[in-house]
T-cell receptor, first 118, second 111 residues
């Protein structure tokens, strides 16, 4: 089946630094990638939607200058958390939308990145 | 946007009993309703899904029902086992685009 590889699986960074998270679709072309954030014991909250070759669309309340998303190719999307602060510590997970069996869309999730800002 | 509500937030069942989780959605244009199981620190795993042109779907011990008129859908797990213990999320999408998730249900199966 479809696989989305997400790296790193965990990262610890100092406050004020930037962190890049990558998601690659390994055996399909992901024209659309969704980025979620999940705080402990909470649901997945959509941060932004990226379409290959165009600017990402951010959900209300998400700072686009802080969470930079690049989707330059059909197999790679990146999320950069700029000037990270302890409140940005969370589980970040991507999800690629793919056309399954030429009829309907399915969603494949990356394995997630645990970000801890100290 | 789409708003998905999920109940209960926690559910404890005796092994072998059934578990039912219910979700409601707000946008009648929603057409895809997946259910995910998530273990701590892991990615959500799709366990079953249903589209708006179907009222019920079953896969072994797991079934999902959809009532479009009432805008609610439910997950049914029969003959629960300890390995069914996890957090379950319902979700809905409009025109197969972005997913909106429910708040989650922590299921504990008591041996």
């Amino acid at each position: 089946g479809a696989v989305v590889s997400q790296h790193p699986s965990w990262v610890i960074c100092k406050s004020g630094t930037s962190v890049k998270i990558e998601c690659r679709s390994l055996d399909f072309q992901a024209t659309t990638m969704f980025w979620y954030r999940q705080f402990p014991k909470q649901s997945l909250m959509l941060m932004a939607t990226s379409n290959e070759g165009s600017k990402a669309t951010y959900e209300q309340g998400v700072e686009k200058d802080k969470f930079l998303i690049n989707h330059a190719s059909l197999t790679l999307s990146t999320l950069t958390v700029t000037s990270a602060h302890p409140e940005d510590s969370s589980f970040y997970i991507c999800s690629a939308r793919e056309l399954t069996m030429g009829e309907a869309y399915g969603y494949t999730f990356g394995s997630g990145t645990r970000l801890t800002v100290v | 946007g789409e708003n998905v509500e999920q109940h209960p937030s926690t559910l404890s069942v005796q092994e072998g009993d059934s578990a039912v989780i219910k979700c409601t959605y707000s946008d009648s244009a929603s057409n895809y309703f997946p259910w995910y199981k998530q273990e701590l620190g892991k990615r959500p795993q799709l366990i079953i899904d249903i589209r708006s042109n179907v009222g019920e779907k079953k896969d072994q011990r797991i079934a999902v029902t959809l009532n479009k008129t009432a805008k609610h859908f439910s997950l049914h797990i029969t003959e629960t086992q300890p390995e069914d213990s996890a957090v379950y999320f319902c979700a809905a999408s409009i025109y197969d685009y972005k997913l909106s998730f429910g708040a989650g249900t922590t299921v504990t199966v008591r041996a």
